[in-house]
């Protein structure tokens, strides 16, 4: 791996000091703090049972913080703006989706090439739209960090006032990318349901048109569970990019702080946790999908 | 085969997408024929000029001739742009403030306005409630206007050699004008430039290039990798199958993202090259191809052709390149059209993160939206460091995606409505 960031803090603690053997001294302090005096192989095993622990090692690039501590300090905003924003931004599509595909027309033709433009836009460039047009031009919304720079987190109202304010921006940027691909993913799974014979034999029967869209959009929705689940790990990487636009306090800044500072233990540790986040989620979804699809509680029972 | 093609074309949305992708395929493939400058040479002192067209101040007054146009409210524009309605609202503001009557100023009328204000400042008054910030700012204003509604021309001086006195050389009139044509040089930047001072333009079309050239070898070795995975493993079965599935269900719930974090964060700052980076998002995308290409290959691999093929005595690769790869081409041709696309939007999601290829040989889309950020384009609001980068990305994956969705109409029938 290159560079030697050890070597890199030892100097930084060593400043101003002329004596070569005290600064091989903190070089070698710093070595065996971090570690990484040990051959590669061992200091992976040692690496491996620390994190079984719970413990992740110091940062470099913010020695003397530890690692957890960085983490356990951004992953909230993180978990606080994602979840809501992709749960908001799926449910927001699907309904819009369904609709296009029951209304078509006009409803249809402005909805579908604007959804395909927005599922196509990165999420970066929402992001930096946004900011431009409601923080920068506009001046309803501040242009960065997670709250006022000016506050210390507390639990006063004006401090959950001005998280609030900050939530805007990346909220309202994650959901509307989020939209668009599960509009278009919607739409056409509706379309095809609603063109599925028991529709038509429904429709024979003389049953109400709003039961037979419950029976249409609740099959529809099963295939859209699967593609969240599926996509779950590109959306969470998108709003990470996102997040950096917006100097939000949360895992993506954390990830560009340890990119620029060259901090190992920090980059591998996040890129830990965020894994095991889609993880998660990944596994919460699949439990939901046993409970929605009947088809799966049948084949259990059987 | 130019059935194929008809039937393609016929489509509106491949039409549509085409057209996007060829045009930004031409320029950047016929735009450095005409203008040859490399790319990422800086051309400019200070950042972030606006885009505009920069003629030469020294040749336009000295050297290139002259010609006198009469033009009705020349002069109007020309004080307009030196006294904005900013600057005529605060002169107001202190006369106001000085104790002249608010319904006698006229901020529309320059003349009568001028007069007012020549008659009444003083910059040794201080005024109540003005802070010397103000003040300061009251004494430019007074300075910059000075001469403002003069109609005789300026005098151009070039001092002597020997003593240094100036002497007059040219008188350049009000109702001056030159043609820009016969000005030596002037230099058109239609984006303006960028932090570095180079010209965003020339940047943005050398940028597409690597960044086509990034995602298209991205798709290739994801599309290579996943169809013979998914080959091998659909039509094996078996143990081979199993250890395949393993690996791709491992790498589908790991955000492969977050694998290209780690692998580009490993290789190192220097040894980055564009490249380097395609291959790097090609090795960590083949996931998708791989599980699409084995659930076809199951399909497949029992029906009647297969299985007189496989009597006939022919051997596994033959079976696969014959008879089951015709089935699965036009799948494997929208696989790569959305390999590309997400190849080029990793890279950006790379650059930004500072992840992206090293910055001193070729610029990509990534970068260009990287170093827009660091220098707070955006914020500032030159919209033309970052504005037109992400409106050519969005562009690429939009007109690729057309296309793929364009080809999934034709190729399967179930989805024409």
Redo the contacts between chains.
């Keep these: 791996?290159?560079?030697d960031p050890v070597a890199a803090i030892a100097a930084r603690m060593a400043q101003g000091m002329s004596n070569a053997t005290g600064v091989q001294a903190v070089y070698e302090q710093y070595t065996e703090l971090f570690g990484t005096d040990k051959p590669i192989p061992e200091q992976f095993v040692i690496y491996l049972r620390n994190v079984l622990r719970g413990d992740f090692g110091y940062s470099i690039s913010q020695y003397p913080r530890t690692v957890g501590d960085v983490i356990s300090s951004s992953i909230g905003w993180t978990l606080m703006l994602q979840l809501p924003a992709i749960l908001v931004g799926w449910i927001l599509g699907n309904l819009l989706g369904a609709l296009a595909a029951y209304i078509r027309k006009g409803f249809d033709r402005v909805l579908m090439p604007a959804s395909?433009?927005l599922?196509?836009?990165?999420a970066?460039?929402m992001a930096?739209?946004l900011?431009?047009i409601f923080a920068?031009?506009l001046k309803w919304f501040p242009?960065s960090g997670g709250y006022d720079y000016a506050m210390v987190p507390s639990a006063s109202w004006e401090f959950m006032w001005s998280v609030i304010v900050h939530y805007q921006l990346p909220f309202w940027s994650i959901v509307l990318i989020t939209i668009g691909g599960q509009a278009i993913g919607m739409r056409?799974m509706a379309?095809y349901e609603l063109n599925a014979d028991y529709v038509k034999y429904a429709r024979f029967l003389g049953v109400k048109d709003s039961k037979i869209i419950r029976y249409v959009f609740r099959n529809a929705m099963l295939p859209q569970i699967t593609g969240l689940a599926?996509s779950i790990?590109?959306m969470?990487?998108?709003a990470?990019?996102a997040e950096?636009?917006f100097s939000y306090p949360g895992l993506g800044n954390t990830?560009?702080t340890a990119?620029?500072g060259g901090d190992y233990p920090l980059?591998?540790a996040t890129?830990l946790i965020?894994?095991w986040m889609?993880?998660l989620a990944?596994f919460s979804l699949e439990i939901l999908y046993g409970l929605i699809d009947p088809r799966i509680k049948a084949a259990q029972s059987e | 085969m130019r059935y194929m093609l008809g039937q393609i074309f016929s489509s509106v949305r491949f039409r549509i997408g085409f057209s996007i992708f060829a045009f930004i395929l031409l320029t950047v493939l016929i735009y450095p024929l005409i203008i040859t400058e490399p790319p990422l040479k800086t051309i400019s002192r200070g950042t972030f000029l606006s885009p505009g067209i920069y003629v030469n101040v020294y040749d336009s007054i000295g050297f290139s001739p002259q010609y006198t146009l009469l033009l009705d409210g020349a002069a109007e524009r020309r004080i307009a742009a030196k006294l904005n309605a900013d600057d005529r609202a605060s002169m107001k503001e202190w006369l106001v403030k000085a104790g002249l009557p608010e319904e006698s100023i006229d901020t529309q009328d320059t003349a009568a306005l001028l007069e007012v204000w020549h008659a009444n400042f003083d910059p040794t008054i201080r005024l109540p409630g003005m802070t010397n910030a103000d003040r300061n700012y009251y004494i430019r204003l007074n300075t910059a206007l000075d001469g403002l509604l003069a109609t005789e021309g300026a005098t151009i001086a070039v001092p002597d050699a020997t003593t240094g006195a100036l002497k007059e050389q040219a008188v350049v009139d009000q109702t001056s004008y030159v043609n820009i044509y016969e000005v030596p040089n002037s230099r058109v930047f239609p984006l303006g430039t960028d932090n570095f001072g180079r010209d965003v333009l020339t940047e943005l079309v050398a940028a597409t290039g690597v960044s086509l050239i990034i995602g298209f070898v991205a798709g290739t070795v994801a599309t290579v990798i996943g169809l013979l995975l998914g080959l091998i493993s659909g039509f094996l079965g078996g143990f081979v199958d199993d250890a395949i599935i393993f690996v791709t269900n491992l790498f589908?719930?790991?955000?492969?993202?977050?694998i290209l974090?780690?692998i580009t964060?490993?290789?190192?700052?220097?040894?980055r090259g564009a490249i380097t980076i395609a291959v790097v998002i090609g090795l960590t995308s083949w996931v998708w191809t791989t599980r699409a290409v084995r659930a076809q290959v199951i399909s497949l691999r029992n029906r009647d052709h297969v299985n007189l093929s496989r009597l006939s005595g022919h051997s596994t690769a033959y079976i696969l390149m014959a008879d089951i790869f015709p089935y699965i081409a036009s799948y494997v041709v929208m696989a790569f059209i959305l390999q590309v696309?997400s190849g080029i939007?990793a890279e950006?999601?790379l650059s930004?993160?500072?992840?992206g290829p090293r910055t001193t040989e070729v610029p990509t889309l990534g970068l260009m939206?990287n170093w827009g950020?660091i220098y707070q384009a955006?914020?500032l609001?030159k919209?033309w460091a970052?504005?037109p980068v992400?409106l050519v990305?969005?562009l690429i994956?939009?007109s690729l995606?057309?296309m793929q969705t364009g080809l999934d109409r034709v190729f399967n029938p179930t989805?024409r409505?």
Excluded: C
Excluded at chain 2, 265 to 271: A, L, P, R, T, V
């Design positions: 791996m290159p560079g395909l433009f599922s196509n836009l990165p970066f460039g930096v739209i900011l431009v920068v031009n242009t056409s379309i599926l790990g590109t969470v990487s998108g990470l990019v950096i636009i990830i560009l990119v620029r980059i591998s890129t965020i894994t889609v993880l990944f | 589908t719930v790991i955000p492969s993202f977050i974090i780690l964060f490993s290789i190192g700052q220097d040894k696309s939007l950006a999601g930004i993160l500072g992840l939206m950020m955006h914020i609001g919209w970052y504005f992400i990305i969005a994956t939009f995606n057309l989805l409505e």
